[in-house]
């Protein structure tokens, strides 16, 4: 497994430097600070699209599915809740600044 990720990395700087155009390799491992447990990787389904795995959420995603998703952030609820009352806003500036 060692040699794997100092292939990756030689690889990758290789690619960084110009000097690679292509990689061909059936997985991605992803990891965090050169820890590759196997829960996070990308691979290509039957008809090549990108198809990032997490065995957290347990289901897999394109990167259509991904680029496709919704963006319309008006069906969000909550959006004029005031559930920030630390914050100044104009209700409690009125409310400290006004004259009896």
Known sequence: MK??????????????AGFAEAIQTGK?????????DGTVWITRDTSGSMVFHDQRIGTSVTLSQLHSAQRDH???????DDD?????????????????
């Not at 991605?28 to 590759?36: C, I, K, N, T």
């Open 3 to 16: 040699r794997a990720h100092m292939i990756a990395a030689l690889t990758a700087q290789l690619l960084v």
């Open 74 to 80: 008006g069906g969000l609820s909550g959006l004029a």
């Open 84 to 100: 920030h009352s630390h914050y100044l806003n104009w209700a409690r500036h009125w409310q400290t600044h006004t004259a009896d």
């Open 28 to 36: 991605v491992d992803l990891g965090a600070q050169g820890s590759y």
